[in-house]
């Protein structure tokens, strides 16, 4: 197969794989090369001196807009995976939770299934940063029921952190959990009596949503994002 090809089954993009192998970042068998039509087996392929493993995980960062599902696929609606360029969608790719179709921001798409799970569990507790607009002057009677840990129809939510940034005849706040179940921001707001306007997710433990990104926009994590999730979740950088 041509190196182009060989790097894009490692994940990166056509652009990215121009540049690493102009600056002569890739070998094959040992030797950099410079030309991406080259002919080359996988497991000659290194960068920066370490093999290419085209099963090596991905890990993607997207910014969500309204109007799309947090599915890998949809009969009818574009899905978070249907945002990206093909060669993450062959890479069985799937969604880090679930954010709801108006709810915008941050979604973390990854093939690492281990991670996936320890970052949506509860047990392994990574926090999840919203900031959410909604209805009428929140104030300190409603950050200290969110401490407290809402009563919600079928469960008791656990205790949440609420940041009033803005109180009038609507409210913007950042609210900080660590679980994430059925339309649980929206529940809670309407358990104090302001519903929500709008909501957005910045934040999955280490990682912030990237205000380079527009909405629909993806960036693959830094080496930095990827390992401070996984001490976080408890898995070993290997
Ligand atoms: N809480 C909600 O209500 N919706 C989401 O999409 C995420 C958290």
Request: overall charge neutral.
């Amino acid at each position: 197969m041509r190196l182009d090809k060989a790097l894009s089954l490692a994940g990166y993009t056509r652009s990215e794989a121009k540049a690493l192998i102009a600056r002569g970042r890739v070998c094959v068998s040992g030797e950099a090369v410079r030309d991406a039509g080259r002919s080359v087996q996988l497991c000659e392929v290194t960068l920066d001196g370490s093999p290419i493993d085209a099963q090596q995980e991905v890990y993607l960062m997207l910014h969500k807009p309204a109007g799309v599902v947090t599915a890998t696929e949809d009969k009818r609606l574009p899905t978070v995976v249907s945002l990206l360029p093909e060669m993450y969608q062959r890479r069985k790719i799937g969604p880090v939770g679930r954010l709801d179709r108006d709810v915008t921001g941050l979604v973390l798409l990854t093939t690492d299934g281990q991670l996936a799970h320890r970052l949506i569990s509860p047990r392994w507790k990574a926090e999840k940063q919203y900031r959410a607009r909604c209805e009428g002057a929140l104030d300190a009677g409603d950050v200290e029921a969110f401490a407290a840990g809402l009563e919600l129809s079928d469960f008791t939510a656990a205790p949440a952190k609420l940041e009033i940034l803005e109180a009038g005849e609507t409210s913007l706040a950042d609210v900080i959990l660590t679980e994430g179940k059925f339309h649980q921001v929206k529940r809670m707001f309407a358990a104090v009596g302001h519903p929500l306007i709008s909501l957005q997710r910045l934040r999955i433990g280490c990682v912030t949503l990237d205000e380079a990104l527009a909405p629909g926009q993806f960036r693959r994590l830094t080496d930095a994002e990827i390992s401070g999730l996984k001490q976080s979740a408890q898995l070993s950088d290997g």
